[in-house]
């Protein structure tokens, strides 16, 4: 069974200071998601990870993917308030067709 | 537009009351999802579909139930049996390859009074 764990599931932060969560999952996978989650609102997707080394970025978000070592990162560069919000990866399993499993998200929460 | 229509954005349930939630995409998506969020928390798949008159039950199932008449549509029904109904539910959709991932709709937020 795809276990998909992530760190750390609550962050508060600086304005200015960067940071890292991370995502790793249990068993092989070659897909994987990002999605944003605004308080109250639906989920965003961010970044799709197709492959072993895929990065991506996108303003002061970029995430990466290491399918052998079974870990993504989505690495915030100096963080501003807009970026709080919940973030959740999402792992497609080798044998899984469409279906994803979610980590439990992480809340980031960016102070001025 | 493509996307994924979930209606309504809040409904309040009785104790006893069976209710419905809609979920309608223009995607051309073959295959949609159910979850259900409590605050603070992640996701739980109730239900999904991979085909239209086939769905298979995801972790917790119990007290809810769906169909799939159309590709297009995807209701859920929150039955009495469900005894903790309120949270937010969202509905998604994604081809079979699921190569770009999932789309979720807006969301239903459903209190029970």
């Known amino acids: 069974e795809l276990k998909v764990e992530q760190n750390p599931l609550f962050l508060s932060m600086q304005e200015g200071k960067n940071y890292t969560i991370y995502c790793d999952y249990s068993?092989?996978?070659?897909?994987l998601y990002w999605y944003r989650q605004d308080p109250g609102k639906s989920l965003e997707s961010l970044f799709v990870l197709l492959s072993n080394g895929a990065v991506k970025q996108e303003g002061r978000l970029m995430a990466s993917l290491d399918t052998k070592a079974r870990l993504s990162t989505l690495h915030i560069t100096a963080a501003v308030h807009d970026l709080s919000a919940t973030y959740f990866c999402?792992?497609?399993?080798?044998?899984?067709?469409?279906?994803?499993?979610f980590g439990g998200g992480t809340r980031l929460m960016v102070k001025p | 537009d493509g996307g994924i229509t979930q209606s309504p954005k809040y409904l309040f349930r009785k104790e006893g009351q069976n209710v419905t939630l809609s979920c309608e995409q223009n995607?051309?998506?073959?295959?949609m999802y159910w979850y259900r969020q409590d605050p603070g928390q992640g996701l739980r798949l109730i239900y999904y579909s991979q085909i239209v008159n086939d769905f298979q039950k995801g972790d917790i199932a119990e007290g809810y139930s769906v169909s799939r008449e159309k590709k297009e549509s995807f209701p859920l029904t929150v039955t009495s049996a469900q005894k903790n109904p309120t949270a937010f539910y969202l509905c998604?959709?994604?081809?079979?390859?699921?190569?770009?991932?999932?789309?979720f709709g807006s969301g239903t937020r459903l209190t029970v009074v």
């Open positions: 998604a959709s994604s081809d079979l390859r699921g190569l770009y991932g999932y789309t």
């Open positions: 995607l051309n998506h073959d295959a």
């Open positions: 068993t092989t996978s070659d897909r």
């Open positions: 999402a792992v497609r399993g080798s044998n899984a067709g469409n279906m994803l499993t």
